[in-house]
């Protein structure tokens, strides 16, 4: 009785301390409901606190459930389903028996030990969009009745040439350090330069992400914010087609765009927010989400740069700026729609370890990113480069070191490819490798 009415407690607890976090005023002050007089005195106004269950409730909640010893909870039961009883100590066999064929068997009909399709002489059957003759030999002719498939195999001659270029070996050197990997190119001006260049860059691409080791492309950056587009129209008819060429391309990695929302980081200055929508007019936050809502890209890169001094005029610091930027983004919700990253620009040349702790964590710990992306080199206009040099607490954030990705250009190496990447290994779990 003691421990199933503890755990009812701690549900009626857990019920009661759980609000809703939305942007705007959606709970007027006068709501019953409202528990914004729990948040700090800097709160924004747009951030507020709706119980979903009030103390006394949720301790009706526990009392109703731990009453006469737990009646209620013994006599749930759980939603109707087909379940296996293991209690024995072995599991029953579900019914067919798992037979090899059966419609419970994990393997296709005639397939062989290692799940591939068994080819008699003279069949044709399809491997991963190839066909393969009775001998075992893949051959790339047409199958009956389908369209000719247009994406790559790591079988494909050009897979194996990919592998043998500057951009092949650091995926290959990048693989020996179990980094998981993502391609990162800019294909905005090749689509601008007509349909043969972008066609042949995107090849170029999809050669090179066939490989297992790689997870994803990102195939723009700064979209929106630099001078290469000047309409929505464009933008939204660049990120169709590219989506659409590189799903073909290389089917089954992630797709990702890089760019930055200065209005996110106003919080609730909304003269700060009409400025940055007046000076950034196609980064507006519901453009920026359009994409996403449409399914054209997997993961959303939102950029750090402006935070550092880009809004002094409304004596906004680079703080201030930070955390408004991910309050905004959480309560968005846009890690329904993709996966986030934060892209830390900031971090090279002298910076404290609390600077660095705060501005890798931060996103993370409030739950608005899934990873950040860390600059460890930076060039500027004049040619100075820049480089991260708080390494030895970099390594110290061990538990979201999977979440820590490195953005690596393997044509400009600090020593060489190999040592660099061995070196990003101890800090980051991830690398976008740059490529032209």
């Not at 003759?133 to 194996?160: F, N």
């Not at 650091?170 to 349909?195: F, M, N, P, S």
């Given at each position: 009785?003691?421990?199933?009415?503890?755990?009812?407690?701690?549900?009626?607890?857990?019920?009661?301390?759980?609000?809703?976090?939305?942007?705007?005023?959606?709970?007027?002050?006068?709501?019953?409901?409202?528990?914004?007089?729990?948040?700090g005195a800097d709160t924004p106004a747009y951030v507020v606190c709706h119980w979903l269950a009030k103390p006394e409730e949720a301790l009706g909640v526990a009392l109703f459930w731990g009453s006469d010893?737990?009646?209620?909870?013994?006599?749930?039961?759980?939603?109707?389903?087909?379940?296996?009883?293991?209690?024995?100590?072995?599991?029953?066999?579900?019914?067919?028996?798992?037979?090899?064929?059966?419609?419970?068997?994990?393997?296709?009909?005639?397939?062989?030990?290692?799940?591939?399709?068994?080819?008699?002489?003279?069949?044709?059957?399809?491997?991963?969009?190839?066909?393969?003759?009775?001998?075992?030999?893949?051959?790339?002719?047409?199958?009956?009745?389908?369209?000719?498939?247009?994406?790559?195999?790591?079988?494909?001659?050009?897979?194996?040439?990919?592998?043998?270029?500057?951009?092949?070996?650091?995926?290959?050197?990048?693989?020996?350090?179990?980094?998981?990997?993502?391609?990162?190119?800019?294909?905005?001006?090749?689509?601008?330069?007509?349909t043969e260049t972008f066609t042949a860059a995107v090849k170029r691409i999809g050669a090179l992400a066939a490989r297992p080791e790689v997870a994803g492309i990102r195939f723009t950056s700064q979209l929106?914010?630099?001078?290469?587009?000047?309409?929505?129209?464009?933008?939204?008819?660049?990120?169709?087609?590219?989506?659409?060429?590189?799903?073909?391309?290389?089917?089954?990695?992630?797709?990702?765009?890089?760019?930055?929302?200065?209005?996110?980081?106003?919080?609730?200055?909304?003269?700060?927010?009409?400025?940055?929508?007046?000076?950034?007019?196609?980064?507006?936050?519901?453009?920026?989400?359009?994409?996403?809502?449409?399914?054209?890209?997997?993961?959303?890169?939102?950029?750090?740069?402006?935070?550092?001094?880009?809004?002094?005029?409304?004596?906004?610091?680079?703080?201030?700026?930070?955390?408004?930027?991910?309050?905004?983004?959480?309560?968005?919700?846009?890690?329904?729609?993709?996966?986030?990253?934060?892209?830390?620009?900031?971090?090279?040349?002298?910076?404290?370890?609390?600077?660095?702790?705060?501005?890798?964590?931060?996103?993370?710990?409030?739950?608005?990113?899934?990873?950040?992306?860390?600059?460890?080199?930076?060039?500027?206009?004049?040619?100075?480069?820049?480089?991260?040099?708080?390494?030895?607490?970099?390594?110290?954030?061990?538990?979201?070191?999977?979440?820590?990705?490195?953005?690596?250009?393997?044509?400009?190496?600090?020593?060489?490819?190999?040592?660099?990447?061995?070196?990003?290994?101890?800090?980051?779990?991830?690398?976008?490798?740059?490529?032209?």
């Amino acid at each position: 009785m003691r421990l199933t009415l503890r755990r009812a407690l701690a549900v009626g607890a857990a019920l009661a301390l759980v609000g809703i976090m939305t942007p705007g005023a959606a709970y007027s002050q006068d709501d019953p409901r409202s528990c914004n007089d729990l948040m700090g005195a800097d709160t924004p106004a747009y951030v507020v606190c709706h119980w979903l269950a009030k103390p006394e409730e949720a301790l009706g909640v526990a009392l109703f459930w731990g009453s006469d010893d737990a009646a209620h909870l013994r006599e749930a039961n759980p939603v109707d389903g087909k379940f296996i009883d293991c209690s024995a100590g072995a599991c029953p066999e579900p019914p067919g028996g798992g037979a090899e064929g059966d419609e419970n068997s994990p393997l296709p009909e005639g397939a062989g030990e290692d799940g591939a399709p068994e080819c008699e002489a003279g069949q044709q059957c399809s491997i991963d969009g190839h066909d393969q003759g009775g001998d075992g030999t893949v051959s790339g002719s047409e199958l009956t009745g389908a369209a000719k498939p247009t994406s790559t195999s790591t079988q494909d001659p050009a897979v194996a040439a990919a592998a043998l270029t500057p951009a092949g070996q650091a995926i290959t050197a990048a693989k020996a350090q179990q980094l998981r990997v993502w391609i990162d190119t800019e294909l905005a001006d090749d689509w601008k330069a007509g349909t043969e260049t972008f066609t042949a860059a995107v090849k170029r691409i999809g050669a090179l992400a066939a490989r297992p080791e790689v997870a994803g492309i990102r195939f723009t950056s700064q979209l929106g914010y630099n001078s290469t587009f000047k309409t929505d129209a464009e933008i939204t008819e660049f990120v169709t087609a590219a989506s659409d060429a590189l799903r073909q391309a290389a089917p089954g990695k992630r797709l990702g765009i890089h760019t930055v929302v200065p209005e996110l980081a106003c919080g609730a200055n909304d003269t700060c927010k009409a400025e940055m929508r007046k000076r950034y007019p196609l980064l507006a936050p519901e453009k920026v989400e359009s994409p996403l809502i449409a399914g054209r890209v997997d993961q959303l890169s939102l950029d750090s740069g402006l935070l550092y001094g880009g809004y002094d005029t409304w004596k906004i610091d680079a703080e201030q700026a930070h955390r408004n930027q991910w309050i905004q983004v959480r309560a968005r919700s846009w890690d329904v729609l993709a996966q986030i990253a934060a892209e830390e620009t900031g971090l090279v040349g002298q910076v404290t370890d609390e600077q660095l702790a705060s501005r890798l964590s931060v996103p993370v710990k409030d739950g608005a990113a899934q990873q950040v992306n860390v600059w460890t080199r930076v060039q500027d206009a004049q040619g100075a480069v820049n480089r991260l040099t708080a390494w030895d607490q970099l390594k110290k954030l061990t538990p979201i070191q999977r979440r820590l990705a490195a953005v690596y250009d393997p044509a400009n190496p600090e020593v060489d490819v190999t040592t660099d990447l061995k070196k990003l290994s101890e800090a980051f779990g991830q690398i976008y490798l740059a490529t032209t």
